[in-house]
């Protein structure tokens, strides 16, 4: 498939083609929502195909629709490409040769286009009031027909179209749609034919107010910028027709097309922005780290010939297949979104250098969130974060998951009496006296494995009390809770000193 991978024009109605050069890509989401995982799917597709190939990947903002902007979202869609670790070589924020990278900046493109349109025949003006369209769709729903432009104005002749315009009647300009099926190779779809002609009217590309529909502005920024390759969803695919129509009117190279399948939740059900769960800003917030995201989400879909979890961005350059991306829509199961994050987790703890910097965040968390009960500052040392990453790596999918009720005894001694600990078992002084032992003897507190042994070791010399009440009467004291890790792996991540301290205060109350 990749020999396709080729520019194509229209030179006098003949089509050749030219080796293409390093690809161009784009993301060119609208600022009327923040980011979610649909649209960092579409990203990261376009990100993995621009970097594999060593081109560039360009963030547009097509923000024509002024009345649906939402204040921040532009702003929202680079933070969390940025965060996410796939920025744009090219946008509003980092600068570039082809910008500006926002459609509202850009609207004299747009007019001298429409204005080409104009004099070559293949577009018009409309002045078609807004009460004659409702008109024609209503009348179109009431025959059970779908609605769209009668192409009325189409014939006007030159004289009353100059007329109409001397007069400062309201006008747009539409595009000739030229009938007959419009063939083209889709990079996903392969071979697609369609007859936008047969379908609607001309559609507007040039509103009244000087703002292009998407249509129009696409196309003249994919010229522009010297776009490629367009990796965009496939609810596109049907107005890519329209788009060849009007390269070939402005006699302009088209780029590669390839449209991705939609993706969908595990139940086949779109996502929808109404979802607050599928923005990429919530899982942020909820400390999901973002290739746990960037993995779920290519995880779901196609284009890789293997699948595993716990894939790095750069074994996603690496693996990424535009030509094993399948048509049909990729489910996404959240369920597994635990299973994914703990995997990642357990990469960055494995990582020194990531390691290094995920202490540091959890010292900031552990701050802000126990800071003025925290009793004894070692547990903000490095050394103490590093064990207690170490032991619990594989368990939680977060460090957040770290400050929860279940956690709080690595950064807060519990306050447990001897009266809670002797309701457990009446050989109180005797568990505690040998773990006591087993410390002042240099007893192994090297893994779990060892000292689950001396447990258990310590546990067959007791007269009344069985392994597991042994083990309640240690979890008890020192965390004053009845289930989470296991007693071993809590001494480790207390250490010596600290699980001492902890039997010696609870016999004192």
């Known amino acids: 498939m990749f020999s396709v991978l080729r520019k194509v024009c229209w030179r006098r109605g003949v089509c050749t083609r030219h080796p293409a050069p390093a690809p161009r890509v784009r993301f060119a989401p609208s600022p009327t929502g923040f980011l979610h995982l649909g649209g960092l799917r579409t990203a990261l597709y376009n990100y993995l195909f621009a970097k594999q190939r060593g081109g560039t990947f360009i963030l547009r ?11 921040g979202a532009a702003d929202d869609i680079e933070d969390m490409l940025e965060w996410a670790g796939i920025p744009p070589d090219e946008s509003r924020r980092r600068g570039g040769g082809y910008g500006p990278y926002v459609q509202s900046e850009r609207l004299q493109l747009y007019s001298q286009a429409a204005s080409a349109l104009l004099q070559t025949g293949h577009a018009y003006y409309c002045f078609c009031s807004n009460q004659r369209l409702d008109l024609l769709k209503r009348e179109a729903q009431r025959s059970g027909q779908v609605p769209r432009y009668d192409n009325r104005c189409r014939e006007l002749p030159p004289e009353q179209v100059q007329q109409k315009l001397a007069q400062g009647i309201p006008c747009v300009i539409r595009f000739k749609l030229v009938s007959g099926a419009e063939v083209f190779q889709d990079l996903v779809f392969s071979w697609t034919r369609h007859d936008p002609a047969a379908a609607e009217g001309d559609p507007v590309i040039l509103k009244a107010d000087g703002f292009p529909t998407y249509h129009l502005a696409s196309v003249v920024d994919d010229h522009a910028m010297r776009i490629s390759h367009v990796l965009r969803g496939s609810e596109w695919l049907i107005s890519t027709a329209k788009h060849l129509q009007l390269f070939r009117a402005l006699r302009w190279m088209p780029p590669t097309y ?17 979802q607050g769960d599928i ?17 779920i989400v290519t995880h779901a879909g196609s284009g890789f010939s293997d699948n595993w979890i716990g894939r790095r961005l750069d074994e996603l350059v690496c693996k990424f297949n535009i030509s094993k991306i399948t048509t049909h829509s990729a489910l996404l199961d959240l369920d597994k979104l635990d299973e994914f994050s703990r995997v990642h987790l357990q990469h960055r703890i494995e990582d020194e250098e990531r390691c290094a910097v995920l202490r540091d965040e959890l010292r900031q968390q ?8 925290i009793s004894d500052c070692t547990v903000l040392e490095p050394h103490y974060m ?15 998951e770290l400050l929860n009720d279940t956690h709080t005894y690595l950064w807060i001694r519990p306050r447990v009496t001897r009266q809670q600990l002797q309701e457990v078992s009446a050989e109180v002084d005797d568990i505690a006296a040998a773990v006591i032992q087993l410390v002042a003897s240099g007893g ?7 000292l689950n042994t001396e447990l258990k070791l310590i546990a067959s010399r007791l007269k009344h009390t ?34 001492c301290v902890r039997l010696q205060k609870a016999l004192e109350h």
């Open 466 to 499: 069985k392994y597991s009440g042994g083990m309640r009467v240690l979890r008890l004291a020192l965390s004053a809770q009845q289930q989470g890790p296991s007693v071993a792996e809590m001494m480790l991540s207390l250490g010596e000193q600290e699980v």
């Open 386 to 400: 590093q064990r207690v990453l170490q032991l619990r790596k594989g368990h939680v999918c977060s460090l957040r």
């Open 279 to 295: 923005f990429v800003q919530r899982f942020r917030e909820q400390g999901v780290l973002p290739e746990t995201l960037l993995d």
């Open 61 to 71: 903002l097509e923000d024509t629709d002024q009345s649906r902007l939402i204040p």
């Open 366 to 373: 552990v701050l802000h969130i126990h800071g003025s009960r």
């Open 444 to 450: 192994s507190f090297e893994s779990t494995e060892h």
């Open 258 to 274: 390839a449209h991705l399948p939609l993706l969908l939740n595990r139940d086949g059900t779109k996502l929808s922005k109404r």
